[in-house]
C-alpha cells in the first residue's frame, strides 16, 4: 500500500480505512501502526465509532440516525454559527436598529439560503477528495491562481479576526470589563481551544461555546415584539425602506457579506477533511449544514427583532457601536436583555475568533504541505499551530490599538467579503463540476442553476456598491 501521496505527504487515512487496513495481518499491522501518525490514529478511532454506530442500524434503528448525525455533526454547525461573529451581529443590529423588520426579515432568511448552496459543496468536495480547498485550487488551477486565492483569504480572514475583537472588547465593555482584560482573557481562551491536540475535542468545545449565540432569542423576546408584524414581515417581504439608498445598498452588502464569506469554504472543507468524513457521509453533511444554516437564520432573526425597537422609537442608531446597542436597548428590553444581548456579541467574536484563525491555518499548511490537523499535538505541527497563534495574537494586539468608529469598520469588513465571494464561488463551481476529480458526487444541472444564479447575485450586488461608491448621485438621498 501506498502510503504517501503524490506531494509525498505523511499518511493520513484519507488512504487507508481503518477497519480494514488496521486488520490485515499481526505482523503487516505492526509495520503499518510504526508508521501511523497521531492523526492517523485519532481519526481512525472517531471513524471506527461512526462504523459500529452504523452497524447498530439492524438493532435499534430509531437511535442509530441520531447516533450517526451527533458523530458527525460539527463542521456545517461550525461554520454558520462562526460565521455569525461579532461583524454579522454588529450589521444585523444595524439592520434592526435602522430600518426594522419589515424587507430585512425575509432578506437575511433568503440570503442564509445561498449560503446553504455554497457551503453544500464544500461538504460534497472535502468528503469526496479528501483534500482542502487551498490544496485542490493549487494542484488544479497552479501557483498564480493558488496565491490568488490564499491572498483573498488572508486578508478578509485577518481583518475579520480583527473585527472579532473588537466585538469581545466591546461586549464585554457592557460589564465594565477593562479592554486589555477583555481581550486579553479571550485570547488564552482561544489559544487553549485550539492546542487541544484532538479534533474531536476542538470541535465540542467550539460547539458548546457555537450554541450560546442564542443568547440573542431571549434578547428578542425581552423586546415584546408584535408577533403579526413580525408575520407579516416574513410573508409579505415589503419593499425596500426609505431613506438614503447608499446607506441602505451597504447594510444589504453588510447583510450577505454576514451570512456567505471566502472563510468558510476553506474552513469546513478542511473541517470535513480533518474529521474524516466519507462520500458515505455526504447526507449526514448536509444535514449538519441544514442544521446550522437554520439555527444561524434564527439567532439573525432574532438580532433584528431585539433592536427593532431603536427603530420604532425614532432613535438615531448612527452612534451606537458594538455594545453600546446593548446600553442603548436597556430602556426597551431591560437589564437582563441588555446584559444577553451584549455577552452576545461577546460569544459571537470569540467563536469567529476560534473558527477563523483555524481556517487560515489550516489553508496555510495545506499549501505548503506541512501537517495541518488539529488532531496533531504541537511539537509534530508546530508551523500549523504558530500560524494559528500568531494570526489572533496580532489581530488581539491590534485591536488595543486606539481604534476607529466600530461600526462603520464591522460594516466595511462584511462589504470585503462579499467583494471578495465571487472569485471563490468560481474556483468552487469549477471545482465541483470536475468529474475526474468528483466522479458521481459532481453537481447536477439544479445544484449548478442555483450555484451559478448566487454567484450572480454577488456579482451584482459587488458591483452595485462600487457604482454607489463612486457615482453615489446616481442612487441619490
Keep these: 500500500m501506498n502510503l504517501r501521496n503524490e506531494k509525498g505527504r505523511e499518511p493520513t487515512t484519507q488512504h487507508a480505512h481503518p477497519t480494514t487496513e488496521l486488520a490485515s495481518s499481526s505482523s503487516s499491522s505492526r509495520q503499518l501502526i510504526g508508521l501511523l501518525t497521531h492523526e492517523d490514529l485519532d481519526r481512525a478511532r472517531d471513524r471506527w465509532r461512526v462504523a459500529r454506530a452504523r452497524w447498530g442500524v439492524r438493532r435499534w434503528k430509531p437511535l442509530t440516525g441520531l447516533s450517526i448525525l451527533w ?6 454547525v461550525l461554520v454558520f454559527l462562526g460565521e455569525n461573529d461579532a461583524p454579522s451581529m454588529l450589521s444585523y443590529s444595524a ?39 487551498a490544496e485542490l485550487i493549487f494542484d488544479r488551477f497552479g501557483k498564480f491562481w493558488g496565491w490568488f486565492s490564499m491572498g483573498d483569504l ?10 472579532e475583537f473588537i466585538g469581545v472588547r466591546a461586549g464585554l465593555s457592557f460589564f465594565g470589563i477593562r479592554p486589555g482584560i477583555a481581550v486579553g482573557g479571550a485570547l488564552v481562551l482561544v489559544l487553549a481551544v485550539i492546542t487541544t491536540g484532538r479534533y474531536w475535542t476542538w470541535e465540542r468545545i467550539t460547539l458548546g461555546l457555537a450554541i450560546f449565540n442564542g443568547l440573542f432569542i431571549p434578547a428578542a423576546l425581552l423586546a415584546h415584539p408584535k408577533w403579526h408584524a413580525v408575520g407579516h414581515a416574513l410573508l409579505t417581504w415589503q419593499p425596500l425602506p426609505h431613506g438614503n439608498h ?78 453600546e446597542f446593548a446600553q442603548a436597548l436597556e430602556p426597551w428590553i431591560g437589564h437582563l436583555g441588555a446584559t ?17 484563525s483555524t481556517s487560515s491555518a489550516y489553508a496555510f499548511g495545506e499549501v505548503l504541505g506541512t501537517a495541518h490537523s488539529l488532531n496533531r499535538p504541537l ?87 462600487g457604482i454607489a461608491t463612486v457615482y453615489p448621485h446616481i442612487l441619490g438621498g
Design 95 to 133: 439592520t434592526g436598529a435602522h430600518y426594522g423588520i419589515g424587507f430585512f426579515l425575509p432578506f437575511n432568511i433568503a440570503v442564509f439560503a445561498m449560503g446553504f448552496v455554497v457551503q453544500e459543496m464544500t461538504v460534497r468536495l472535502g468528503a469526496v477528495t479528501h483534500r482542502g480547498h
Design 246 to 323: 447608499s446607506d441602505i445598498l451597504l447594510l444589504i452588502l453588510a447583510d450577505i457579506g454576514a451570512t456567505v464569506t471566502p472563510w468558510m469554504l476553506f474552513f469546513q472543507q478542511s473541517a470535513v477533511v480533518d474529521k474524516g468524513m466519507q462520500p458515505r457521509d455526504i447526507s449526514a453533511g448536509r444535514l449538519d449544514t441544514l442544521l446550522g444554516m437554520g439555527l444561524a437564520a434564527l439567532f439573525c432573526v432574532a438580532t433584528i427583532i431585539a433592536t427593532a425597537p431603536l427603530f420604532a422609537h425614532g432613535i438615531n442608531a448612527g452612534d451606537f457601536q458594538a455594545a
Design 154 to 163: 488572508v486578508l478578509g480572514n485577518f481583518l475579520t479576526l480583527v473585527a
Design 340 to 356: 444577553l444581548f451584549a455577552l452576545g456579541i461577546f460569544e459571537a467574536g470569540l467563536v469567529a475568533a476560534i473558527a477563523i
Design 71 to 76: 458523530l458527525l455533526v460539527g463542521p456545517g
Design 379 to 465: 511539537r509534530e505541527a508546530w508551523p500549523f499551530y504558530l500560524i494559528l497563534a500568531s494570526s489572533a495574537c496580532v489581530a488581539a494586539a491590534l485591536v488595543l490599538v486606539p481604534r476607529a468608529p466600530l461600526e462603520f469598520i464591522i460594516l466595511v469588513v462584511n462589504v470585503i467579503a462579499v467583494l471578495a465571494m465571487p472569485p471563490a464561488l468560481l474556483f468552487l463551481l469549477l471545482l465541483v463540476n470536475d468529474r475526474e476529480l468528483m466522479g458521481e458526487h459532481a453537481n447536477t444541472l439544479w445544484q449548478n442553476l442555483a450555484g451559478v444564479a448566487v454567484t450572480i447575485m454577488l456579482v451584482c450586488a459587488g458591483l452595485g456598491f
